[in-house]
């Protein structure tokens, strides 16, 4: 009956069968029929995401935009530098995430990815310590 009725809703089945029939549970057996109905399923709305999802628009060109991050494997630490549109990516090893050790990298790191006369860039980090110190005294003498 609810596929000759062309998948009607929970309250519409509830209705046209009360016309013919009576049965107890009805209301269970309905709502049972109804959820595991595939077609149904696939209409129903989606559940709004937790998260609100953002994203930026990509750069004008390559070598501008940036983004640091330090990973930990097999306990060592590893200084990632990615360029944002080509995903390009270098590395090097450090041995702490203080600030200043970061900065050594990101300095020894961005010439290889831009040339040292080109324009600014904006380098993306996570709010970590030894990155938040780096921000405090950025200076132009780092790029
Ligand atoms: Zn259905």
Do not use: W
């Amino acid at each position: 009956m609810h596929i000759k009725c062309s998948h009607p809703s929970k309250h519409q089945s509830k209705l046209v069968v009360k016309r013919c029939f009576y049965a107890l549970d009805l209301e269970k057996a309905i709502s049972d029929i109804t959820d595991t109905c595939r077609v149904c399923s696939s209409l129903q709305k989606l559940p709004q995401p937790v998260a609100e999802q953002s994203t930026q628009p990509p750069p004008q060109s390559i070598g501008i935009s940036f983004a640091a991050d330090v990973l930990k494997r097999c306990k060592q630490l590893i200084f990632l530098l990615r360029e944002t549109a080509s995903s390009y990516t270098v590395c090097c090893l450090i041995d702490d995430e203080r600030s200043t050790t970061l900065r050594n990298a990101l300095a020894r790191l961005c010439p290889e990815m831009r040339p040292i006369t080109g324009p600014p860039v904006v380098v993306s980090v996570d709010p970590e310590p030894g990155f938040v110190k780096i921000l405090l005294c950025f200076n132009s003498e780092l790029l």
